[in-house]
């Protein structure tokens, strides 16, 4: 089964006059769904565009896997475990909150910074908090402890790449256009697939595409 989400469904938040400005494709905040609060681990996938001097001030986070994906721009994090990076295009950012940290995000460039931010339930709460930035990105990337694995890609026009056979797949286009059987997706789309396999997406133009393979987490009760 598929479901499309297009770019103008996603519920728009943020605070547009502090330069904040974001689109959440999942229940968030004020926004509430019953039918839309997460899909296999996947809690949020937001979409954030700061301005510069622009920024979300020190705010906890707990039982939460935190990946952040920079689109344009520079992103300085800093949190209370006592990491501060400075994150760009191309990087991974991975903040694992367990039983609780706190943390800060800002635009201190010049430039308008634009991320794709995604959070994604543990199956185990608790632990000790943890922190890892992979520069340049090149092949998936494992996130064991929400049972996901995340597929980054860079395409041409007219190359193709599977979507992973796994219980619930995620495709959000970042930038250009592709094609998924018969619909075409553009930037700020998503696809939601249960029971993926034999998938594949195909560009229509030069596109960067963030698919997630993710474990049906019912699988690992009992």
């Not at 565009?49 to 920079?70: C, N, Q």
């Not at 998938?199 to 393979?213: F, H, K, N, Q, S």
Request: proline share 7%.
């Amino acid at each position: 089964m598929t479901r499309i989400q297009r770019a103008d469904e996603r519920y728009p938040g943020g605070e547009p006059a502090a330069g904040i400005e974001t689109r959440h494709a999942l229940s968030f905040g004020p926004y509430y769904d019953p039918d839309n609060l997460r899909f296999g681990a996947l809690l949020a996938c937001n979409e954030e565009r700061l301005a510069p001097g622009a920024g979300f001030d020190e705010h906890p986070h707990s039982h939460t896997e935190i990946v952040t994906w920079v689109v344009e721009g520079e992103l300085t994090h800093h949190d209370t475990a006592g990491h501060t990076t400075v994150v760009r295009p191309g990087d991974l950012q991975r903040l694992s909150s367990a039983g609780g940290v706190r943390h800060v995000e800002r635009n201190d460039a010049g430039t308008p910074l634009v991320f794709v931010q995604m959070w994604l339930a543990p199956k185990e709460p608790g632990g000790d908090p943890s922190y890892e930035v992979v520069r340049g990105l090149d092949g998936p990337y494992d996130l064991p402890a929400a049972g996901a694995r995340l597929h980054a890609h860079r395409l041409e026009a007219g190359e193709s790449t599977a979507v992973p056979t796994a219980d619930f797949s995620y495709v959000h286009v970042v930038r250009g256009t592709v094609r998924l059987d018969d619909d075409e997706l553009g930037p700020g789309d998503a696809a939601r697939i249960t029971g993926a396999g034999g998938r594949t997406l195909v560009a229509t133009t030069d596109a960067e595409v963030l698919i997630w393979g993710m474990r049906d987490p019912r699988k690992d009760l009992g």
